[in-house]
Structures are given as structure tokens and as C-alpha cells.
């Protein structure tokens, strides 16, 4: 069992200490908020991967909808060239 690096010898060296410095009755209440404090970390990194993923599919559409629409204003730029070059000057 590996955990954050940590083995199974070091996780219950932890837990001793713990033990022995913030006693039986704190112990408890310190593990609830340290679960509540990595599940907070856990769900705003959830969140930031959502909108990372979400800006990331929307820079992706807009380059392609640019790519689609470069080819037709060059070929539109080319036809007026034609025609301006193509017209008699007086």
C-alpha cells in the first residue's frame, strides 16, 4: 500500500504521533476536516479540468471554423483581383 509515497510503516509511524500529541479525542475531528479539506482540493481540480477541457474545445471549433472560412476569402480576394485587373481603364 503506497499512498502519496508514503508506506504502510510510515503511514502508522504518522498515526502514532498523532496520536500521542493531539490525543484520542481530537484525532477524529482533525481527520474530518483533513478529508474535508482534500476533497475540497479534489473538486476544485475537477472544476478547473472542466473549464480547461471546455475552453480548450471551444479555441479548437473557432480555428477550425477558421480554417473553413480562410480558403474561401482568398478565393474571393482572387476573383476581385481578376476583375479589377480584367476591367478596361480609360
Not at 484520542?24 to 474535508?36: M, T
Given at each position: 500500500?503506497?499512498i502519496?509515497?508514503?508506506?504502510?510503516?510510515?503511514?502508522?509511524?504518522?498515526?502514532?504521533?498523532?496520536?500521542?500529541i493531539?490525543?484520542?479525542?481530537?484525532?477524529?475531528?482533525?481527520?474530518?476536516?483533513?478529508?474535508?479539506?482534500?476533497?475540497?482540493?479534489?473538486?476544485?481540480?475537477?472544476?478547473?479540468?472542466?473549464?480547461?477541457?471546455?475552453?480548450?474545445?471551444?479555441?479548437?471549433?473557432?480555428?477550425?471554423?477558421?480554417?473553413?472560412?480562410?480558403?474561401?476569402?482568398?478565393?474571393?480576394?482572387?476573383?476581385?483581383?481578376?476583375?479589377?485587373?480584367?476591367?478596361?481603364?480609360?
Amino acid at each position: 500500500m503506497n499512498i502519496f509515497g508514503i508506506g504502510l510503516p510510515e503511514m502508522g509511524l504518522i498515526m502514532v504521533v498523532a496520536l500521542l500529541i493531539f490525543g484520542p479525542k481530537k484525532l477524529p475531528e482533525i481527520g474530518r476536516s483533513l478529508g474535508k479539506t482534500i476533497r475540497s482540493f479534489q473538486e476544485a481540480s475537477n472544476e478547473f479540468q472542466t473549464e480547461f477541457k471546455r475552453e480548450a474545445e471551444q479555441l479548437e471549433e473557432s480555428v477550425k471554423t477558421t480554417a473553413e472560412l480562410e480558403p474561401k476569402k482568398i478565393e474571393s480576394a482572387k476573383l476581385q483581383q481578376d476583375t479589377a485587373g480584367s476591367s478596361p481603364t480609360s
